[in-house]
Protein backbone atom coordinates (compact mmCIF):
# COMPACT_ATOMS: atom_id res chain seq x y z
CA UNK A 1 0.00 0.00 0.00
CA UNK A 2 1.41 3.25 -0.60
CA UNK A 3 1.67 5.79 2.01
CA UNK A 4 -0.94 8.32 2.32
CA UNK A 5 1.00 11.60 2.23
CA UNK A 6 0.72 14.55 0.22
CA UNK A 7 2.42 14.13 -3.44
CA UNK A 8 4.07 16.63 -5.05
CA UNK A 9 1.36 18.65 -6.06
CA UNK A 10 0.38 19.33 -2.37
CA UNK A 11 -2.87 17.50 -3.18
CA UNK A 12 -4.10 15.42 -0.33
CA UNK A 13 -4.32 11.90 -1.63
CA UNK A 14 -7.85 10.50 0.21
CA UNK A 15 -8.72 13.04 -2.06
CA UNK A 16 -11.40 11.14 -5.51
CA UNK A 17 -8.94 11.46 -7.90
CA UNK A 18 -6.26 9.12 -5.93
CA UNK A 19 -8.69 6.58 -5.93
CA UNK A 20 -9.61 6.75 -9.42
CA UNK A 21 -5.15 7.06 -10.01
CA UNK A 22 -5.13 3.63 -7.82
CA UNK A 23 -8.11 2.25 -10.00
CA UNK A 24 -5.98 2.85 -12.85
CA UNK A 25 -2.91 1.14 -12.14
CA UNK A 26 -4.60 -2.07 -10.75
CA UNK A 27 -4.06 -4.95 -12.66
CA UNK A 28 -7.27 -6.43 -11.86
CA UNK A 29 -9.42 -3.73 -13.34
CA UNK A 30 -10.89 -5.73 -16.21
CA UNK A 31 -12.38 -8.22 -14.09
CA UNK A 32 -15.29 -5.86 -12.85
CA UNK A 33 -16.05 -5.76 -16.41
CA UNK A 34 -17.39 -9.67 -15.80
CA UNK A 35 -20.20 -8.85 -13.29
CA UNK A 36 -23.27 -7.54 -13.39
CA UNK A 37 -23.22 -4.90 -11.17
CA UNK A 38 -26.80 -4.08 -9.35
CA UNK A 39 -27.82 -0.24 -10.02
CA UNK A 40 -29.41 2.41 -8.31
CA UNK A 41 -32.82 3.61 -9.63
CA UNK A 42 -31.05 6.60 -11.35
CA UNK A 43 -29.36 3.54 -13.64
CA UNK A 44 -25.77 4.53 -11.65
CA UNK A 45 -23.68 1.57 -10.26
CA UNK A 46 -23.99 0.69 -5.97
CA UNK A 47 -21.30 0.50 -4.12
CA UNK A 48 -21.26 -3.30 -3.50
CA UNK A 49 -19.46 -4.17 -0.50
CA UNK A 50 -21.78 -7.64 0.34
CA UNK A 51 -19.96 -9.95 -1.34
CA UNK A 52 -19.16 -11.43 2.11
CA UNK A 53 -23.42 -12.34 1.99
CA UNK A 54 -24.04 -12.90 -1.34
CA UNK A 55 -21.63 -12.33 -4.23
CA UNK A 56 -22.27 -10.52 -7.22
CA UNK A 57 -23.43 -12.68 -10.62
CA UNK A 58 -20.58 -13.38 -13.12
CA UNK A 59 -21.57 -12.20 -16.44
CA UNK A 60 -20.72 -16.30 -17.90
CA UNK A 61 -22.89 -17.86 -15.34
CA UNK A 62 -26.12 -17.57 -17.48
CA UNK A 63 -24.89 -19.16 -20.37
CA UNK A 64 -23.25 -21.60 -18.15
CA UNK A 65 -27.13 -23.06 -16.90
CA UNK A 66 -28.86 -22.26 -20.57
CA UNK A 67 -26.31 -24.43 -21.20
CA UNK A 68 -27.39 -27.72 -19.32
CA UNK A 69 -30.74 -26.79 -20.04
CA UNK A 70 -30.57 -26.87 -23.62
CA UNK A 71 -28.66 -29.93 -23.26
CA UNK A 72 -31.68 -31.63 -21.14
CA UNK A 73 -34.72 -30.23 -23.51
CA UNK A 74 -32.88 -31.66 -26.43
CA UNK A 75 -31.03 -35.01 -25.05
CA UNK A 76 -33.23 -36.05 -22.01
CA UNK A 77 -31.80 -38.91 -19.91
CA UNK A 78 -28.77 -38.99 -22.33
CA UNK A 79 -27.63 -35.84 -21.02
CA UNK A 80 -25.72 -37.89 -18.10
CA UNK A 81 -23.23 -39.50 -20.37
CA UNK A 82 -23.39 -36.62 -23.43
CA UNK A 83 -19.98 -35.89 -24.93
CA UNK A 84 -19.15 -32.58 -23.13
CA UNK A 85 -20.14 -31.86 -19.50
CA UNK A 86 -21.57 -35.25 -19.12
CA UNK A 87 -23.76 -35.21 -15.82
CA UNK A 88 -23.01 -38.15 -14.44
CA UNK A 89 -19.60 -36.62 -13.48
CA UNK A 90 -20.27 -33.11 -13.88
CA UNK A 91 -19.24 -32.69 -10.09
CA UNK A 92 -15.72 -33.74 -11.21
CA UNK A 93 -15.23 -30.77 -13.50
CA UNK A 94 -15.04 -28.81 -10.12
CA UNK A 95 -12.60 -30.98 -8.40
CA UNK A 96 -9.15 -29.20 -9.95
CA UNK A 97 -10.94 -25.32 -9.63
CA UNK A 98 -11.24 -26.20 -5.93
CA UNK A 99 -8.26 -27.83 -5.15
CA UNK A 100 -6.53 -24.88 -6.22
CA UNK A 101 -8.56 -22.11 -4.48
CA UNK A 102 -8.63 -24.52 -1.14
CA UNK A 103 -4.59 -25.99 -1.27
CA UNK A 104 -5.72 -29.48 -2.09
CA UNK A 105 -5.00 -32.45 -3.96
CA UNK A 106 -8.28 -32.75 -6.54
CA UNK A 107 -9.28 -35.73 -4.75
CA UNK A 108 -9.12 -34.02 -1.32
CA UNK A 109 -12.23 -32.06 -2.47
CA UNK A 110 -15.78 -32.52 -3.22
CA UNK A 111 -18.57 -29.85 -4.68
CA UNK A 112 -21.69 -31.29 -2.80
CA UNK A 113 -24.44 -30.39 -0.81
CA UNK A 114 -24.79 -27.02 0.98
CA UNK A 115 -22.46 -26.13 3.94
CA UNK A 116 -24.12 -26.64 6.91
CA UNK A 117 -25.22 -29.96 5.48
CA UNK A 118 -21.56 -30.92 4.96
CA UNK A 119 -20.74 -30.01 8.31
CA UNK A 120 -23.06 -32.69 9.55
CA UNK A 121 -21.47 -34.91 7.39
CA UNK A 122 -18.24 -34.25 8.27
CA UNK A 123 -18.82 -34.40 11.79
CA UNK A 124 -20.55 -37.80 11.57
CA UNK A 125 -16.79 -38.83 10.12
CA UNK A 126 -14.65 -36.96 12.31
CA UNK A 127 -16.24 -36.21 15.62
CA UNK A 128 -16.00 -39.65 17.38
CA UNK A 129 -15.94 -38.77 20.82
CA UNK A 130 -15.24 -41.20 23.74
CA UNK A 131 -16.46 -39.87 27.53
CA UNK A 132 -13.05 -38.72 28.37
CA UNK A 133 -12.47 -36.90 24.94
CA UNK A 134 -15.33 -35.26 23.63
CA UNK A 135 -14.84 -32.22 23.57
CA UNK A 136 -15.82 -29.24 20.54
CA UNK A 137 -13.63 -25.88 20.42
CA UNK A 138 -15.58 -23.51 18.24
CA UNK A 139 -14.98 -19.74 18.39
CA UNK A 140 -16.60 -16.79 19.88
CA UNK A 141 -18.84 -15.71 18.03
CA UNK A 142 -19.11 -18.43 15.53
CA UNK A 143 -21.97 -18.57 12.77
CA UNK A 144 -25.30 -19.68 14.28
CA UNK A 145 -25.73 -22.55 12.04
CA UNK A 146 -22.58 -24.34 13.11
CA UNK A 147 -23.33 -23.67 16.38
CA UNK A 148 -26.75 -25.56 16.04
CA UNK A 149 -24.86 -27.81 14.05
CA UNK A 150 -22.21 -28.54 16.75
CA UNK A 151 -24.70 -28.51 19.51
CA UNK A 152 -26.92 -31.14 17.73
CA UNK A 153 -23.91 -33.10 17.22
CA UNK A 154 -23.16 -33.06 20.76
CA UNK A 155 -26.73 -34.09 21.82
CA UNK A 156 -26.76 -36.80 19.41
CA UNK A 157 -23.97 -38.35 20.79
CA UNK A 158 -25.48 -37.67 24.75
CA UNK A 159 -23.23 -35.00 25.74
CA UNK A 160 -24.46 -31.59 27.38
CA UNK A 161 -23.56 -28.70 24.52
CA UNK A 162 -23.03 -26.55 28.35
CA UNK A 163 -20.65 -28.81 29.05
CA UNK A 164 -19.38 -30.11 25.75
CA UNK A 165 -18.16 -27.10 23.77
CA UNK A 166 -15.37 -25.12 24.86
CA UNK A 167 -15.71 -21.47 23.24
CA UNK A 168 -12.46 -19.32 22.54
CA UNK A 169 -13.03 -15.61 23.01
CA UNK A 170 -11.07 -12.88 22.62
CA UNK A 171 -9.88 -11.31 25.92
CA UNK A 172 -11.50 -8.22 27.98
CA UNK A 173 -11.66 -5.02 25.83
CA UNK A 174 -10.34 -6.88 22.48
CA UNK A 175 -12.08 -8.03 19.36
CA UNK A 176 -9.56 -10.44 17.72
CA UNK A 177 -8.74 -13.79 19.55
CA UNK A 178 -5.25 -14.50 19.90
CA UNK A 179 -3.80 -17.38 18.61
CA UNK A 180 -1.57 -17.66 21.93
CA UNK A 181 -4.86 -18.18 23.47
CA UNK A 182 -5.65 -20.85 21.04
CA UNK A 183 -2.71 -22.95 21.90
CA UNK A 184 -2.41 -22.32 25.49
CA UNK A 185 -6.11 -24.02 25.61
CA UNK A 186 -4.46 -27.29 23.08
CA UNK A 187 -1.84 -27.57 26.39
CA UNK A 188 -3.92 -27.31 28.64
CA UNK A 189 -7.05 -29.13 27.67
CA UNK A 190 -6.21 -30.96 24.74
CA UNK A 191 -6.72 -34.28 26.18
CA UNK A 192 -10.68 -33.82 26.21
CA UNK A 193 -11.45 -32.24 23.36
CA UNK A 194 -12.14 -34.61 20.06
CA UNK A 195 -12.64 -31.79 17.81
CA UNK A 196 -11.38 -28.23 17.24
CA UNK A 197 -13.90 -26.61 14.39
CA UNK A 198 -12.94 -23.10 13.76
CA UNK A 199 -14.32 -20.72 10.84
CA UNK A 200 -11.13 -19.64 8.62
CA UNK A 201 -12.21 -15.53 8.65
CA UNK A 202 -14.96 -15.14 11.28
CA UNK A 203 -18.09 -14.08 9.92
CA UNK A 204 -18.68 -11.10 12.64
CA UNK A 205 -15.39 -9.80 13.37
CA UNK A 206 -13.45 -10.95 9.67
CA UNK A 207 -10.36 -11.82 11.77
CA UNK A 208 -8.67 -14.73 10.11
CA UNK A 209 -6.85 -16.98 12.11
CA UNK A 210 -3.75 -18.50 11.67
CA UNK A 211 -5.00 -21.35 10.29
CA UNK A 212 -1.61 -23.39 9.70
CA UNK A 213 -0.29 -22.93 13.48
CA UNK A 214 -4.09 -23.86 15.16
CA UNK A 215 -4.02 -27.12 13.39
CA UNK A 216 -0.42 -28.14 14.58
CA UNK A 217 -1.47 -27.25 17.93
CA UNK A 218 -4.31 -29.37 17.67
CA UNK A 219 -3.14 -32.28 15.92
CA UNK A 220 -0.25 -32.37 18.65
CA UNK A 221 -2.94 -32.06 21.27
CA UNK A 222 -4.44 -35.10 19.26
CA UNK A 223 -7.45 -33.66 17.88
CA UNK A 224 -8.83 -33.64 15.40
CA UNK A 225 -8.91 -29.98 13.40
CA UNK A 226 -11.72 -29.12 10.94
CA UNK A 227 -11.95 -25.13 9.21
CA UNK A 228 -15.36 -23.83 8.21
CA UNK A 229 -13.53 -21.72 4.78
CA UNK A 230 -17.21 -19.89 4.32
CA UNK A 231 -16.19 -16.57 5.04
CA UNK A 232 -12.47 -17.60 3.65
CA UNK A 233 -12.51 -19.77 0.19
CA UNK A 234 -11.75 -17.54 -2.53
CA UNK A 235 -11.20 -14.31 0.14
CA UNK A 236 -8.00 -15.43 1.51
CA UNK A 237 -4.85 -18.54 0.24
CA UNK A 238 -5.39 -21.45 1.51
CA UNK A 239 -3.02 -24.87 1.76
CA UNK A 240 -5.81 -27.18 3.69
CA UNK A 241 -3.08 -30.18 2.59
CA UNK A 242 -0.20 -29.03 3.80
CA UNK A 243 -1.16 -27.92 6.68
CA UNK A 244 -2.77 -31.10 7.92
CA UNK A 245 -6.33 -30.18 8.67
CA UNK A 246 -8.71 -33.14 8.14
CA UNK A 247 -11.44 -31.80 7.02
CA UNK A 248 -12.83 -28.40 5.75
CA UNK A 249 -16.57 -26.80 4.56
CA UNK A 250 -17.56 -24.34 2.52
CA UNK A 251 -20.49 -22.58 0.23
CA UNK A 252 -19.99 -21.23 -2.58
CA UNK A 253 -22.15 -17.88 -2.54
CA UNK A 254 -20.07 -15.51 -0.56
CA UNK A 255 -17.20 -14.90 -2.50
CA UNK A 256 -17.18 -17.74 -4.56
CA UNK A 257 -20.08 -15.66 -6.45
CA UNK A 258 -21.99 -18.95 -7.46
CA UNK A 259 -25.49 -17.97 -6.66
CA UNK A 260 -27.87 -18.01 -3.87
CA UNK A 261 -28.03 -21.54 -2.17
CA UNK A 262 -25.32 -22.52 -4.67
CA UNK A 263 -23.32 -26.08 -4.27
CA UNK A 264 -20.87 -26.08 -1.58
CA UNK A 265 -17.40 -27.64 -0.79
CA UNK A 266 -16.05 -30.43 1.22
CA UNK A 267 -12.52 -31.20 1.71
CA UNK A 268 -10.92 -34.65 3.34
CA UNK A 269 -7.55 -34.98 4.11
CA UNK A 270 -5.80 -37.49 2.35
CA UNK A 271 -4.72 -39.37 5.37
CA UNK A 272 -8.64 -40.10 5.79
CA UNK A 273 -9.55 -40.37 1.78
CA UNK A 274 -8.91 -43.71 1.35
CA UNK A 275 -10.09 -45.49 4.50
CA UNK A 276 -12.71 -47.43 3.86
CA UNK A 277 -13.18 -47.90 7.20
CA UNK A 278 -14.91 -44.48 8.27
CA UNK A 279 -18.29 -44.56 9.52
CA UNK A 280 -20.01 -41.93 6.86
CA UNK A 281 -23.52 -41.57 5.62
CA UNK A 282 -23.37 -43.45 2.35
CA UNK A 283 -25.40 -42.80 -0.48
CA UNK A 284 -24.82 -43.86 -4.10
CA UNK A 285 -23.08 -41.20 -5.39
CA UNK A 286 -20.11 -41.75 -2.96
CA UNK A 287 -20.36 -45.55 -4.09
CA UNK A 288 -17.36 -46.21 -6.93
CA UNK A 289 -18.23 -45.28 -10.48
CA UNK A 290 -17.38 -48.74 -11.41
CA UNK A 291 -20.10 -50.40 -9.56
CA UNK A 292 -22.51 -47.35 -9.24
CA UNK A 293 -24.68 -48.44 -11.94
CA UNK A 294 -24.90 -52.33 -10.84
CA UNK A 295 -27.68 -50.11 -8.72
CA UNK A 296 -29.80 -53.31 -6.79
CA UNK A 297 -26.82 -56.14 -8.03
CA UNK A 298 -24.48 -54.13 -5.46
CA UNK A 299 -25.98 -54.05 -2.16
CA UNK A 300 -22.98 -53.41 -0.50
CA UNK A 301 -21.68 -49.82 -0.04
CA UNK A 302 -17.84 -49.62 -2.25
CA UNK A 303 -16.38 -45.66 -0.94
CA UNK A 304 -15.19 -44.01 -3.79
CA UNK A 305 -11.65 -43.22 -2.29
CA UNK A 306 -11.49 -39.37 -1.98
CA UNK A 307 -13.90 -36.67 -0.70
CA UNK A 308 -16.32 -37.74 -3.52
CA UNK A 309 -16.80 -41.15 -1.50
CA UNK A 310 -18.71 -38.87 1.39
CA UNK A 311 -21.32 -37.80 -1.64
CA UNK A 312 -25.01 -39.00 -0.86
CA UNK A 313 -27.31 -38.04 -3.81
CA UNK A 314 -26.69 -36.85 -7.50
CA UNK A 315 -26.23 -33.30 -7.37
CA UNK A 316 -28.19 -30.48 -8.96
CA UNK A 317 -26.26 -29.20 -12.22
CA UNK A 318 -27.71 -26.39 -12.93
CA UNK A 319 -26.32 -25.11 -9.14
CA UNK A 320 -23.52 -26.28 -9.97
CA UNK A 321 -22.64 -24.64 -13.64
CA UNK A 322 -22.64 -21.57 -12.08
CA UNK A 323 -19.91 -22.42 -9.57
CA UNK A 324 -17.79 -24.05 -12.81
CA UNK A 325 -18.44 -20.56 -14.02
CA UNK A 326 -17.31 -18.63 -11.21
CA UNK A 327 -14.13 -20.61 -10.39
CA UNK A 328 -13.15 -20.24 -14.17
CA UNK A 329 -12.55 -16.48 -12.94
CA UNK A 330 -10.81 -17.42 -9.37
CA UNK A 331 -8.53 -19.55 -12.18
CA UNK A 332 -8.09 -16.26 -14.38
CA UNK A 333 -7.28 -14.13 -12.04
CA UNK A 334 -5.06 -15.84 -9.16
CA UNK A 335 -5.18 -15.75 -6.11
CA UNK A 336 -2.11 -14.20 -5.40
CA UNK A 337 -3.27 -11.51 -7.34
CA UNK A 338 -6.18 -11.12 -5.63
CA UNK A 339 -5.24 -11.56 -2.06
CA UNK A 340 -2.64 -8.76 -2.99
CA UNK A 341 -5.30 -6.00 -4.50
CA UNK A 342 -7.39 -7.16 -1.39
CA UNK A 343 -4.86 -6.19 1.31
CA UNK A 344 -4.30 -2.45 -0.82
CA UNK A 345 -8.25 -2.00 -0.75
CA UNK A 346 -8.76 -2.99 3.07
CA UNK A 347 -5.68 -0.99 3.71
CA UNK A 348 -7.08 2.13 1.88
CA UNK A 349 -10.16 1.61 3.98
CA UNK A 350 -8.64 1.44 7.29
CA UNK A 351 -6.59 4.88 6.23
CA UNK A 352 -9.78 6.00 4.87
CA UNK A 353 -11.86 5.29 8.14
CA UNK A 354 -9.09 6.81 10.20
CA UNK A 355 -9.50 10.11 8.48
CA UNK A 356 -12.78 10.92 7.45
CA UNK A 357 -15.06 8.47 10.32
CA UNK A 358 -12.83 8.80 13.19
CA UNK A 359 -15.54 8.96 15.91
CA UNK A 360 -18.25 7.47 13.98
CA UNK A 361 -17.10 3.88 13.25
CA UNK A 362 -14.45 1.89 15.24
CA UNK A 363 -12.76 -0.85 13.30
CA UNK A 364 -13.11 -4.55 15.27
CA UNK A 365 -11.40 -6.58 12.66
CA UNK A 366 -7.26 -7.07 13.05
CA UNK A 367 -5.20 -3.71 11.66
CA UNK A 368 -2.64 -6.56 10.77
CA UNK A 369 -3.63 -7.48 7.46
CA UNK A 370 -2.36 -10.91 7.35
CA UNK A 371 -4.99 -11.15 10.21
CA UNK A 372 -8.00 -10.35 8.13
CA UNK A 373 -9.41 -10.85 4.42
CA UNK A 374 -11.61 -8.85 2.44
CA UNK A 375 -14.10 -7.85 5.22
CA UNK A 376 -14.00 -4.85 7.56
CA UNK A 377 -16.01 -4.60 10.60
CA UNK A 378 -16.93 -1.49 12.39
CA UNK A 379 -18.32 -0.93 15.89
CA UNK A 380 -21.28 2.16 14.90
CA UNK A 381 -20.96 4.43 17.82
CA UNK A 382 -24.23 6.30 17.82
CA UNK A 383 -27.66 5.49 15.85
CA UNK A 384 -26.09 2.77 14.12
CA UNK A 385 -29.68 1.99 12.28
CA UNK A 386 -29.77 6.04 10.96
CA UNK A 387 -26.42 5.67 9.10
CA UNK A 388 -27.34 2.36 7.55
CA UNK A 389 -30.18 3.80 5.97
CA UNK A 390 -28.57 6.78 4.94
CA UNK A 391 -25.72 4.68 3.09
CA UNK A 392 -28.28 2.39 1.44
CA UNK A 393 -29.95 5.99 0.65
CA UNK A 394 -26.36 6.52 -0.91
CA UNK A 395 -26.26 3.49 -3.00
CA UNK A 396 -23.89 1.81 -0.75
CA UNK A 397 -24.71 -2.60 -0.49
CA UNK A 398 -23.28 -3.45 3.03
CA UNK A 399 -24.55 -4.73 6.13
CA UNK A 400 -25.56 -4.40 9.91
CA UNK A 401 -25.41 -7.50 12.55
CA UNK A 402 -26.76 -6.95 15.92
CA UNK A 403 -26.01 -4.94 17.84
CA UNK A 404 -23.95 -2.41 16.23
CA UNK A 405 -21.63 -3.92 13.80
CA UNK A 406 -21.40 -2.71 10.07
CA UNK A 407 -19.87 -5.20 7.85
CA UNK A 408 -18.37 -3.82 4.71
CA UNK A 409 -15.90 -6.33 2.16
CA UNK A 410 -14.42 -4.47 -0.58
CA UNK A 411 -13.92 -7.52 -3.03
CA UNK A 412 -10.74 -7.71 -5.31
CA UNK A 413 -12.49 -9.17 -8.45
CA UNK A 414 -15.77 -6.47 -8.73
CA UNK A 415 -14.85 -3.19 -6.55
CA UNK A 416 -12.67 -0.80 -6.92
CA UNK A 417 -10.77 1.96 -4.95
CA UNK A 418 -13.05 4.42 -6.01
CA UNK A 419 -16.16 2.14 -4.41
CA UNK A 420 -13.75 2.75 -0.86
CA UNK A 421 -14.10 6.12 -1.09
CA UNK A 422 -17.44 6.38 -2.38
CA UNK A 423 -18.17 4.01 1.04
CA UNK A 424 -16.00 6.56 3.25
CA UNK A 425 -17.25 9.78 2.01
CA UNK A 426 -21.05 8.43 2.19
CA UNK A 427 -20.71 7.40 5.75
CA UNK A 428 -18.16 10.61 6.66
CA UNK A 429 -21.32 12.61 5.52
CA UNK A 430 -23.84 10.97 8.14
CA UNK A 431 -21.88 12.57 11.01
CA UNK A 432 -23.80 15.56 9.77
C1 LIG B 1 -22.77 -18.35 5.49
C2 LIG B 1 -22.43 -19.32 6.54
C3 LIG B 1 -23.25 -20.43 6.80
C4 LIG B 1 -24.52 -20.67 6.03
O1 LIG B 1 -24.84 -22.02 6.00
P1 LIG B 1 -25.66 -22.69 4.80
O2 LIG B 1 -25.68 -24.10 5.17
O3 LIG B 1 -24.93 -22.38 3.53
O4 LIG B 1 -27.01 -22.06 4.77
C5 LIG B 1 -22.83 -21.32 7.79
N1 LIG B 1 -21.68 -21.11 8.48
C6 LIG B 1 -20.88 -20.05 8.27
C7 LIG B 1 -19.63 -19.88 9.05
C8 LIG B 1 -21.25 -19.12 7.30
O5 LIG B 1 -20.47 -18.05 7.11
Known amino acids: MTPITPDATGQTPHDESHALALDASDPLRRFRERFHIPKR ?57 LARLVGAHPDEVAA ?25 VMEDAAFPSDTYAVKSQLRYHGFDPADGMIVVKPRPGEFAIRTDDVEQLLRDRGHEIALVMLGGVNYFTGQLFDMPRIAAAAK ?23 WGVDFAVWCSYKYLNGGPGAVAGCFVHRDHGANADLHRFAGWWGNDPKTRFRMHLQPEFVPRPGADGWQIS ?78 HAAGVVCDFREPNVLRAAPVPLYNTFHDVWRFVQALARTIQ
Not at 60 to 70: P, S, V, Y
Not at 74 to 89: I, L, N, Q
Open 41 to 97: PDGSPVTYFAGHSLGLQPKTTAAAIQRELNDWAAMGVDGHFKKETPWYSYHELLREP
Open 112 to 136: MNSLTVNLHLMMVTFYRPTRDRHKI
Open 220 to 242: SAGCVVGYDLAHAAGNVPVALHD
Open 314 to 391: NPPIFSLAPVAASLALFDEAGMVALRDKSRRLTGYMCDLLDRRADGVVRIITPREPDARGCQISMLVNDHPRERLSAL
